[in-house]
């Protein structure tokens, strides 16, 4: 059975730096990828980062590119989300997500979703 466990959300000055964790448990073909999404309240989900386990082959969304890196852990099961210079419109629910195909970007893509982090950001 496929978990995920979100981790490193809460209060950053813009500007700031955080990383968020996310833990994978269940490990098989139909988590291919993982990926990392956020939603602000009202807003729709929206895809930030994906990484592949086998390559590590990276996908970003347009609005996070240069500024967040995504990465993983093999051995540990985790995958990471380094966010840097967090503007205030950066502050949503982030969720990571898990995926059988390898260059998935879409919400409906991913089975498998964790609970949730939250990240704050102040002006």
């Known amino acids: 059975q496929v978990q995920l466990v979100e981790s490193g959300g809460g209060l950053v000055q813009a500007g700031g730096s955080l990383r968020l964790s996310c833990a994978v448990s269940?490990?098989?073909?139909?988590?291919?990828?993982v990926g990392w999404f956020r939603q602000a309240p009202g807003k729709e989900r929206e895809f930030v980062a994906a990484?592949?386990?086998?390559?590590?082959?990276?996908y970003y969304g347009d609005s996070v590119k240069g500024r967040f890196t995504i990465s993983r852990d093999n051995p540990r099961n985790r995958v990471y989300l380094q966010m840097n210079s967090l503007h205030p419109e950066a502050a949503a629910d982030y969720y990571c997500?898990?995926?059988?195909?390898?260059?998935?970007?879409?919400?409906?893509?991913?089975?498998?979703w964790g609970q949730g982090t939250q990240v704050t950001v102040s002006s």
């Open positions: 269940g490990r098989s073909v139909s988590t291919t990828t």
């Open positions: 990484i592949t386990w086998q390559y590590g082959s990276t």
């Open positions: 997500a898990a995926a059988p195909l390898r260059d998935a970007n879409s919400v409906s893509a991913y089975p498998y």
